[in-house]
């Protein structure tokens, strides 16, 4: 089983060799001891031989008698046996044509041919010939040869031996110095390199890389630390983004709520929604870098929300009061550059609500490449909270001012009731008294013509008060001005017996409740004019919006005015002309050349009323 760690194997591939090298050099050692075991004793057996051989030719030679009982025979038979000893048989190779086999075979071919039969023919105790000395002589020159290669052998096999244990010796040491080098250059150096690296990465220093080649666990790590590195040098770098990012918000979001805290007085203090919030709104815009804001207020008679408040426009609103206000209006080319659905905008829905009710809502552009961040969304979300409370405390002020305004009216028909026209119908019933009277005489002519101017003055006179009182209990228990001109219109088209004609274009909201009122009325009183005095067979009314002007026109096809312009006892155009006046405005009423008359009423409105809030659904 292989191990997958290369730093393992290497240390595995010395290990190995070291112990191949050592199991070589003993291997070696112990069959060069093995080739030589016995070959001292060879050496000193083949050195014995020699003098065995003179100390033959010798006592072949002794005169005398001798101690020994041992023949010649005996002593040669002994002799021969030494020369074919195991030790000497053992230290010579089994090959024949080894030198030592050589000289080893004629060792004993010059004893079997020459030596022995020398001495055995020779007579035991005479004088040892020349021929015997020449023969034991050349023996014992074969026998030194013979000793003299096994040394030289014996020599041979040390000297291996000493080569083989240095070139163990000598590769061994190789081995320990490739390693260190190895481990110097593999573990060392790179086990520094990561530690520089660590205690740089601990001094906020990521620049440093080890750079480590190879596959083996330390180049692994090497590259885990590049790695680790650049990723910290990343996350560092994008911690302190993200902290420059949320210091920079948190600036902006103290200057925005600088601009809010500095700017919320005015826009609770003035009463005109648009005027109060476009300044604040502009100043936030740019502080946060979005834009524009619109702020739409709910109708609940209408799924459409109104707009009440923008802060870049390229056309003057509908609800713009001050013509001479420019605070909106941008050109067209910038108002082209403003994040929008076909501008790589984005769009941010935000509700205006009080606890059970929502307001309108806040819309909010931004440009789709710079998102909007938490901060800026908690900031809107905050700004949505002093719109409502704006919104609604005018909602507040405003109804109170109507129910103020109610009261009041309906004490004062009260006290005409009460006063004016109880009086009024007492003196119709004195009239009608008088009448009764049977009075004749050259007075009575007189008398009735006064009788007749003071019955037409009463009549008038309670007919304008029951218009007054009317107008005074007058109150729009509709939705808006829309639905109770509908209603106003149903109603005179049924005096009349034919449709009038109606087209009404104004938005919704555009005129305060006191407005609404007297408008209402100056319709009523021209409608039923047309109805009453006219003899009219055709009558139409317009209710138009043309900013910053209201216009409304009611034209008949009647009998037209006489030419004073205002009938004898009637105080119609006179009271629409006060109305007029109450809201800033004109009216002009004339003869028309096809026929009838045409009254027509312009103003522009004072303020806007805020819309009624929409319950939200429990």
């Avoid at 003299?148 to 052998?153: D, I, N, P, T």
């Avoid at 948190?250 to 925005?256: F, P």
């Avoid at 909602?395 to 103020?404: A, D, M």
């Avoid at 096809?557 to 155009?573: C, F, I, T, W």
Wanted: hydrophobic share 40%; net charge negative.
């Amino acid at each position: 089983m292989t191990s997958r760690s290369p730093l393992v194997n290497r240390l595995a591939i010395v290990i190995s060799a070291l112990m191949l090298t050592a199991i070589v050099s003993m291997a070696s050692t112990l069959a060069i001891s093995n080739s030589i075991e016995g070959n001292a004793t060879a050496i000193n057996v083949a050195g014995s031989l020699r003098m065995g051989a003179f100390q033959l030719v010798a006592r072949s030679g002794a005169l005398g008698q001798r101690d020994d009982t041992t023949s010649t025979a005996e002593y040669l038979d002994n002799y021969q046996r030494r020369l074919t000893d195991n030790a000497i048989a053992h230290s010579i190779p089994s090959a024949s044509d080894h030198p030592l086999a050589t000289q080893h075979h004629l060792i004993i071919n010059s004893w079997k041919t020459q030596l022995r039969p020398l001495i055995e023919s020779h007579p035991e105790g005479t004088q040892i010939t020349r021929n015997m000395v020449s023969a034991v002589e050349k023996f014992a020159k074969e026998v030194d040869t013979l000793v003299l290669m096994l040394e030289k052998r014996t020599e041979a096999r040390i000297d291996l031996l000493h080569v083989i244990q240095v070139i163990s010796m000598v590769f061994s040491i190789l081995i320990v110095i490739a390693l260190f080098l190895d481990l110097k250059n593999r573990v060392v150096r790179p086990l520094w390199k990561l530690v520089s690296i660590a205690t740089a990465v601990g001094e906020k220093d990521f620049s440093q890389r080890a750079n480590l080649k190879g596959s083996d666990e330390l180049a692994q790590l090497g590259l885990a630390f590049d790695q680790m590195t650049s990723e910290l040098a990343l996350t560092y770098q994008q911690l302190e983004d993200r902290a420059r990012e949320k210091t920079e918000e948190l600036e902006i979001s103290h200057t925005a709520l600088q601009v809010m805290h500095a700017t919320s007085r005015n826009l609770f203090a003035n009463h005109d929604l648009c005027s109060g919030a476009i300044p604040m709104l502009q100043e936030l815009e740019k502080i946060l870098n979005l834009g524009p804001i619109r702020l739409y207020l709910h109708d609940k008679e209408t799924d459409k929300p109104v707009e009440a408040v923008t802060t870049a426009t390229n056309k003057r609103p509908f609800y713009c009061r001050d013509h001479h206000c420019n605070a909106c209006l941008v050109t067209p080319e910038a108002y082209d550059e403003l994040p929008a659905s076909n501008n790589d905008g984005r769009r941010l829905l935000l509700p205006i609500r009080i606890p059970g009710h929502i307001l309108g809502s806040l819309e909010v552009w931004y440009p789709a490449d710079k998102g909007l961040p938490d901060t800026t969304r908690r900031l809107l979300e905050t700004l949505t909270d002093q719109l409502a409370t704006a919104i609604f405390l005018e909602k507040q002020i405003t109804e109170e001012q109507q129910q103020t305004l109610a009261e009041e009216r309906t004490v004062i028909a009260r006290e005409l009731h009460d006063s004016l026209a109880q009086s009024l119908s007492y003196l119709k019933m004195q009239v009608t008294r008088l009448r009764r009277l049977d009075i004749d005489g050259d007075q009575k002519p007189v008398h009735d013509d006064i009788l007749n101017e003071l019955s037409t003055g009463l009549n008038s006179a309670y007919r304008q008060l029951r218009e007054l009182l009317a107008t005074f209990r007058l109150k729009l228990d509709t939705p808006d001005l829309a639905a109770a001109l509908n209603k106003t219109i149903d109603e005179f088209s049924e005096r009349l017996g034919k449709p009038i004609e109606f087209e009404y274009n104004l938005p919704p909201q555009t005129l305060s409740p006191n407005e609404e009122i007297h408008t209402l009325q100056i319709i009523r009183e021209g409608l039923a004019n047309a109805v009453k005095h006219a003899d009219a067979t055709k009558i139409s009314v317009r209710v138009m919006f043309e900013s910053p002007k209201v216009w409304a026109c009611i034209t008949d096809n009647g009998k037209g005015l006489p030419d004073s312009g205002q009938p004898v006892n009637h105080y119609g155009l006179i009271i629409m002309a006060d109305r007029a006046r109450n809201l800033g405005g004109d009216i002009h009423v004339k003869n028309r050349d096809e026929g009838g008359v045409e009254v027509t009423l312009t103003f522009v409105p004072k303020s806007r009323s805020l819309i009624p809030a929409q319950t939200t659904p429990a």
